[in-house]
């Protein structure tokens, strides 16, 4: 069980609220640019295939900037469904602490900074492509 107060936690709420609503705003405001923009209008009227593989990629990202947004609003919902759990603050890992300043930083947080260190270090190059 965790040791945050009820004042940390009604912070931490606050906290993943309004991210929660900045996300679905940005995730909004990038469905209407994408609307907006065809690859055409990205291109322009004359394509050489250099603006055609600018345009292709371009356009292609905003499926991967939703995709971000849909996972980040998951963790986000699954933090809050979570927060008055015993197990809300605990690490994944190690099933030790994490702390309230590092929640602070990161509320979607599952693991605390040693075990996300650790982590990283250990993944960070698994979905580097290579030539």
Known sequence: MTTLTRT???DLELLLLRR???CLDEAVAERAREHAQSMAEVAGEVLD???ASVAMLLTDIDPTLAERHV???HAID????QLHDREFGLCSDCEGEIGYARLKASPTATRCTACQTVRERTYAHAATPTL
């Open 49 to 51: 295939t250099g603006d």
């Open 8 to 10: 940390q936690t009604r």
């Open 20 to 22: 929660r609503q900045a």
């Open 78 to 81: 699954r933090a809050l469904t």
């Open 71 to 73: 996972t980040e609003l």
